[in-house]
């Protein structure tokens, strides 16, 4: 029991603060769809509240899971991803011209698992690898198929910007782990070097449209570019304070497609301008924050990697999403956790939370 002897200890322990963090921005993000369809619960808000709710519970239940549970099952789940990943290639479902998803009854896509899955593996690769062997080139090419794998299936069904999640969650924990800084800016300038071939010839005329309109926005305003301007039509429309909850125009007369999922940000700074966005980021710095100081209270390599890779993959959320719809990057399909609608990224973010939680609560037994 606690202190006072109310509140039973396992729940008194649990990270409070982070968790109401959590329920803010879960719950601005269903007023920000409740206002997006025009002040009413369905289509979008009644149905992402109860997915909230019941992701989170489940969050906190994974949260009661022992770290070395996760430590044992890194490799396998991601093996099993693997194959998963694999059967969407061979017997997808196809989905607006896309071959993601996996019907099992109900539908899964692989993708989004992979994303935690990666930084599980990879934190248990250096976890097994003794540390005067990290520098070596032993420790670089397996961390590099165990990313590469599974972002060339993703890449091929398409969709570049799980892709680009997965890699950069694996590449952090390898940063992380110690892996020389020249073998990251020769990555770096390799990549820059491979960037036109990559644009040229192997992305989808989609994917390589969404890349030279970034590059010149102007060049295509009422084609590929429109998403993008109004966007920033949006935005900029909203000022400092915004034009009010259930004001917003963009949105309601449909000028702002994908206003609901993707560029729910310009939805919703359009009626609570730059104070309410500025608050929404905030609050995810302070929950990625917060993952980051579990890694530096974690006792073992695997629970220091795993933390800081998983608080790191929330923040590529957020950062690929709002560079997206300001127009700061190309628009890659990132939605932001927790705000825009669908399961996905909401899934995966409470995912990462769970087992952040169950690290956190491994910490504060050791630390007693």
């Known amino acids: 029991m606690n202190r006072g002897g109310v509140i039973p200890e396992p729940i008194a322990r649990l990270p409070w603060r982070v968790l109401a963090l959590l329920v803010a921005i879960g719950v601005f993000g269903q007023v920000v769809l409740y ?18 709710f019941v992701l989170l519970g489940a969050a906190l239940a994974l949260s009661y899971v022992p770290v070395r549970v996760w430590r044992s099952a890194a490799l396998p789940t991601y093996a099993v991803i693997v194959v998963a990943l694999v ?21 899964l896509q692989p993708s989004e698992f992979m994303k935690p899955a990666i930084v599980l593996a990879c934190a248990r690769f250096y976890d097994m690898l003794p540390p005067n062997e990290t520098r070596r080139f032993g420790a670089i090419w397996p961390a590099c198929l165990l990313i590469g794998i599974p972002a060339a299936l993703i890449m091929k069904q398409p969709d570049l910007g799980t892709a680009l999640m997965v890699c950069g969650g694996g590449v952090v924990v390898m940063f992380l782990a110690g892996v020389p800084m020249r ?13 036109p ?11 390589r449209n969404r890349v030279l309109i970034f590059l010149d926005p102007e060049s295509d305003p009422l084609g590929t570019g429109y998403h993008i301007s109004q966007s920033k039509i949006a935005i900029g ?7 009010g909850f259930l004001n917003g125009t963009q949105s309601h007369l449909d000028y702002l497609p994908e206003g609901h999922t ?13 104070i309410g966005g500025c608050l929404l980021i905030l609050a995810f710095l302070l929950v990625t924050r917060w993952g980051i100081n579990v890694g530096q209270q974690a006792t073992t390599r695997f ?5 800081a890779g998983l608080a790191t993959t929330i923040f590529f959320y ?13 628009v890659v399909g990132i939605p932001l956790p927790l705000v825009s609608f669908g399961s996905s990224a909401q899934m995966t973010v409470l995912l990462c939370m769970g087992i952040l939680m169950s690290i956190d609560r491994q910490n504060r037994s050791t630390n007693r």
């Open 237 to 243: 429309s909203g000022g400092v304070w915004g034009k």
């Open 262 to 274: 993707d560029f729910v940000f310009a939805t919703m700074a359009e009626e609570w301008g730059l």
């Open 183 to 195: 073998l990251f800016v020769g990555g770096a300038l390799s990549l820059a070097i491979a960037a």
């Open 35 to 52: 206002s997006a369809a025009g002040g009413a619960l369905q289509p979008w808000a009644l149905s992402q509240g109860v997915r909230f």
């Open 87 to 107: 059967l969407v290639e061979l017997v997808g479902a196809v989905r607006g011209g896309s071959q993601r998803w996996l019907d099992v009854g109900i539908r």
């Open 318 to 330: 957020v950062a690929i999403n709002l560079s997206m719809v300001m127009g700061l990057a190309p």
């Open 197 to 207: 071939i990559a644009v040229n010839f192997l992305l989808h005329d989609y994917q």
């Open 303 to 307: 629970t220091r990697l795993t933390a």
